[in-house]
């Protein structure tokens, strides 16, 4: 079992930056590639970035590419995603997921574990 808690959200302006922090219990995560999805409200929940467990390869959301960077401490069982040049429709509520390693990079259905989630909201 693997618990994911995710930290750092809040309350900015437009342009401004957040980091966003997922602290894992549990099994260590260094087998698991992780993930960042969020959720706006009356919207799906959509994919953010990923990072694999195995290479360090990244991948990311067209929306965010450039903007967006996820990362990894495996030491410490956390993951990251440095958020700068933030946007009004960044605002959702941003969960951290993990995945069991089998493919990459992994579909939504393939994560095995999320967090609670932690809110981002950015004023214009």
């Known amino acids: 079992q693997v618990q994911l808690v995710e930290s750092g959200g809040g309350l900015v302006q437009a342009g401004d930056s957040l980091r966003l922090s997922c602290s894992a219990s549990?099994?260590?995560?260094?087998?698991?590639?992780m993930g960042w999805f969020r959720q706006a409200p009356g919207k799906e929940r959509e994919f953010v970035a990923a990072?694999?467990?195995?290479?360090?390869?990244?991948y990311y959301a067209d929306s965010v590419k450039g903007r967006f960077t996820i990362s990894r401490d495996n030491a410490k069982k956390t993951v990251y995603l440095q958020m700068n040049s933030l946007k009004p429709e960044d605002t959702a509520v941003y969960y951290c997921a993990a995945d069991y390693g089998r493919t990459w990079p992994p579909a939504k259905s393939d994560y095995d574990y999320w967090g609670q989630g932690t809110q981002v909201t950015v004023a214009s």
């Open positions: 549990g099994r260590t995560i260094s087998r698991y590639n």
């Open positions: 990072i694999s467990w195995s290479t360090g390869d990244t």
